[in-house]
């Protein structure tokens, strides 16, 4: 006797449809798996570039300056070494950046080693090529260089986050474009975040939805989010820049060292150019506040702005919180609007206050891609690796708020 398999009418669209979800199940996890493995190969592609074996060759060989380690001689033994192997112009030239006397131990021996010892890599290899190439690469070294000294090297040490900027990839660090790319990111929060939430509260709980005018502001600011950054990069050169270079510049306050290209005129250019991002997100997260909050609030005898101030603002922090971290992303890794407005590839100095000149890490990386040396894509891929730390620690500050005010908030 044959048994009947055929399904019934009513079951059919049912199997069909847990087929259709077991599919895009399978579509979906396939797509996380490839997204985490290209986060992975990029990640471990920057580590690998890194660290690894170089070969260093001293101009002059430091026993020849000083019979102990350069390293552990105080601060007056370090000014006199400079003092007696350099001439007047180059000591002059040092001071107007700073007095000798003044310096710290540290920043006396990176003026040893980049004017009187001067190291230079002439030969770098990769994290990978170092571990399982490390006979050859002593050969090659040992017969190519033999007045070279092979070591291994993490190019992201102490040194890299603490020295200024310089030409030499050996001795540069990236301490100017950290505090440049951190003042730039407080400036743009300050200005984006108030600017951002209050543009929103109008939109949700003021203005008339209704109005042709009020439609287009919503029309434009949706359209603005979607801009390409070196449009508002031109945009921050003709009004800050250019047309605001009295106030950005400082001069209205005194100060005469100075032009338009300042951190001032990047971070107001980067919160124009998150300001749509806050705005739209901070609106999603007001609007999802309930109506009976408003209503039970209004039943009480509270205000308009009582409700808003108490009860949503509240109530649609986390939200708004989440939204900026999505834009602060945004604004600490972008470039393009950053070298349209002025900021340096090498700064010896260190961004003081909002009126300074700046560099940041991104444009920092992108002028050490740029050049053919390999030396300088070691600095680069450590450099990222920093941003990304600095980018994590920012994140991690936001989220810790988040939770917070979303505990509070229940």
């Known amino acids: 006797m044959k048994t009947n398999t055929t399904l019934h009418p009513v ?16 579509f979906f996890f396939l797509s ?13 592609s920057i580590i690998n570039q890194s660290f690894g074996y ?38 002059r030239a040092i001071e107007r950046q700073g007095l000798l006397v003044e310096r710290s131990q540290a920043e006396l021996f990176a003026l040893v080693m980049e004017n009187i ?8 290899y990769n994290l990978d090529q170092s571990l399982f190439n490390r006979r050859s690469i002593e050969a090659a ?3 190519k260089y033999p007045h070279g000294a092979l070591e291994f090297r993490s190019w992201l040490n102490r040194g890299f986050l603490l020295n200024a900027m310089n030409s030499k990839p050996e001795l540069t660090g990236v301490r100017g474009a950290l505090i440049g790319s951190l003042l730039l990111i407080l400036i743009t929060i300050a200005f984006a975040l108030p600017a951002g939430v209050g543009a929103a509260i109008y939109l949700e709980e003021y203005a008339d939805t209704s109005t042709r005018i009020n439609r287009v502001i ?33 001069a209205v306050f005194g100060v005469t060292d100075s032009n338009g290209r300042t951190v001032l005129s990047a971070g107001l250019t980067m919160a124009l150019l998150i300001l749509p991002i806050i705005i739209i997100n901070a609106q999603e997260a007001i609007r999802a506040v309930p109506k009976s909050l408003r209503d ?13 101030w108490n009860h949503v603002l509240p109530y649609a922090l986390p939200g708004i919180l989440t939204g900026t971290i999505l834009a602060i992303s945004r604004a600490i890794g972008e470039t393009a609007p950053l070298i349209v407005v002025g900021a340096s590839t090498l700064l010896t100095q260190d961004p003081s206050g909002p009126f300074s000149k700046f560099t940041a890490l991104p444009v920092q990386i992108y ?9 300088y894509r070691h600095i680069a891929a450590a450099a990222i690796l920093v941003l990304l730390a600095t980018l994590l620690s920012m994140n991690a500050i936001a989220v810790i708020l988040r939770n917070r005010f979303s505990r509070k908030s229940l």
Not at 223 to 237: D, E
Not at 367 to 375: G, H, L
């Open 367 to 375: 002028n050490w891609t740029s050049r053919p040396q390999a030396e």
């Open 218 to 250: 919503q029309a434009n600011i949706d359209n603005l989010a979607g801009v390409p950054s070196i449009v508002y990069g031109i945009l921050g050169l003709a009004i800050f820049v250019r047309g605001m270079e009295a106030v950005t510049s400082g």
């Open 296 to 308: 039970a609030s209004y039943g009480l005898g509270g205000t308009k702005w009582q409700t808003i």
């Open 141 to 143: 070294a040992a017969e």
């Open 54 to 91: 170089v070969v260093i060759e001293n101009k002059v060989q430091p026993a020849a300056v000083a019979p102990q380690p350069l390293e552990t001689l105080p601060p007056e033994s370090l000014i006199e070494i400079l003092r007696s192997s350099l001439n007047r112009n180059r000591i």
């Open 11 to 26: 079951d059919q669209p049912l199997e069909m449809r847990h087929l259709t979800a077991r599919v895009w199940k399978s």
């Open 117 to 124: 010892i001067r190291p230079e890599v002439v030969a770098s």
């Open 32 to 44: 996380t798996i490839i997204a985490i493995t290209a986060l992975t190969a990029l990640l471990l």
